[in-house]
């Protein structure tokens, strides 16, 4: 088992910025690829941001790509979402995801998910 527990979501103003921690415990959270999701109301989990297991390689869905970054820090245990010039459209509950023997780019792969943490870009 994993267990993953977000923070650091909130309110912010469009063109604002937010950091989204993700803390993992249970297995070796180094065998995990790690992915942040995000379900808007009305509308499916979709995925935002993926990293590997090392840490070497990204990848972000276009709707964030150059606003949005993932990084990890094995040693902490922990995957972070940097978001910056937030939009309304960002607006979602955020989760992170753990996925054992993919890319962490689909959520019907992800093994693992957090109880998720709400971010609202409003003015």
């Known amino acids: 088992q994993v267990q993953l527990v977000e923070s650091g979501g909130g309110m912010v103003q469009p063109g604002g910025s937010l950091r989204l921690s993700c803390a993992a415990s249970?297995?070796?959270?180094?065998?995990?690829?790690m992915g942040w999701f995000r379900q808007a109301p009305g509308k499916e989990r979709e995925f935002v941001a993926a990293?590997?297991?090392?840490?070497?390689?990204?990848l972000f869905a276009d709707s964030v790509k150059g606003r949005f970054t993932i990084s990890r820090d094995n040693a902490k245990n922990t995957v972070y979402l940097q978001m910056n010039s937030l939009k309304a459209e960002d607006t979602a509950v955020y989760y992170c995801?753990?996925?054992?023997?993919?890319?962490?780019?689909?959520?019907?792969?992800?093994?693992?998910w957090g109880q998720g943490t709400q971010v609202t870009v409003s003015s």
């Open positions: 990293i590997s297991r090392s840490g070497s390689g990204t």
């Open positions: 995801g753990a996925d054992r023997n993919g890319g962490a780019t689909s959520r019907t792969r992800v093994d693992y």
């Open positions: 249970g297995r070796t959270f180094s065998n995990y690829a």
